[in-house]
């Protein structure tokens, strides 16, 4: 079983920048794809961004280009989601992912493991 916990939400003005951290407790989670999603009050989660258990590939929501970048660091056990220019759109509660997959994963049903979840407020 493995254990996400994620860190790093908060509120922040608009064109500010968050760094969201989330620490895996298992050891296979170097072969694991991680993957960040958010879901806005009302709405569906939706894909954010993953990254392989290599590091080298890693795909973004088109809404995120260029403003977000998701990184691992496996000596850790943890992946980090580092937002910039955020706006109010970003708003959502942001949740970690991950599945044991050789190839990237962008749909929710597809990932095993889900940590709580860390909320992240922008003001406009």
């Known amino acids: 079983q493995v254990q996400l916990v994620e860190s790093g939400g908060g509120l922040v003005q608009a064109g500010g920048s968050l760094r969201l951290s989330c620490a895996a407790s298992?050891?296979?989670?170097?072969?694991?794809?991680m993957g960040w999603f958010r879901q806005a009050p009302g709405k569906e989660r939706e894909f954010v961004a993953c990254?392989?258990?290599?590091?080298?590939?890693?795909y973004n929501h088109d809404s995120v280009k260029g403003r977000f970048t998701i990184s691992r660091d496996n000596a850790k056990n943890t992946v980090y989601l580092q937002m910039n220019s955020l706006n109010p759109e970003d708003t959502a509660v942001y949740y970690c992912?991950?599945?044991?997959?050789?190839?990237?994963?962008?749909?929710?049903?597809?990932?095993?493991?889900w940590g709580q979840g860390t909320q992240v407020t922008v003001s406009s």
């Open positions: 298992q050891g296979t989670y170097n072969r694991d794809v």
């Open positions: 992912a991950a599945v044991n997959s050789p190839v990237l994963r962008t749909r929710p049903f597809e990932y095993d493991y």
């Open positions: 990254i392989k258990g290599s590091g080298l590939s890693t």
